[in-house]
């Protein structure tokens, strides 16, 4: 089903109203846009683009608490939302190593988390 959308464009003073027509998440005109700014903004807001997410998480039992990860591939843009919420909640277990899977398969995606930090395991 064809559907008719409105936005206002948020990439510049001019608040350009634009309308587009969508299916199933497909656009399929854009107009009202006075500068191609404003049609990047519906591209990107009906169809996100695939990218690399990184993030910063716990470590447990490490010599620091934290480590930046980052996902093995581009996580395609319908689900770079969730994927962003699930890594912040990712706990690690220590030792991690640069380079190196840290989740394997993350949310049964396909795509690896891989550790972009080495942190050694704490020994009392
Ligand atoms: S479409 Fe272009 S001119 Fe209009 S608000 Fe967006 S950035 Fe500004």
Do not use: W
């Amino acid at each position: 089903m064809v559907v008719q959308r409105f936005k206002t464009c948020p990439r510049c003073s001019n608040g350009c109203m634009i309308t587009y027509l969508e299916e199933a998440g497909r656009i399929i005109t854009i107009k009202g846009a006075a500068c191609p700014k404003g049609e990047g903004f519906i591209y990107e807001t009906v169809a996100p683009p695939d990218s690399l997410i990184d993030a910063v998480v716990y470590v447990k039992n490490g010599i620091v608490s934290t480590a930046t990860v980052r996902t093995s591939k581009p996580v395609p843009g319908p689900m770079v939302d969730e994927f962003e919420k699930a890594m912040k909640k990712l706990e690690l277990e220590a030792p991690l190593e640069f380079g190196k899977v840290a989740v394997e398969n993350f949310m049964n995606s396909g795509i690896d988390i891989i550790s972009r930090t080495t942190v050694k395991k704490y020994i009392q």
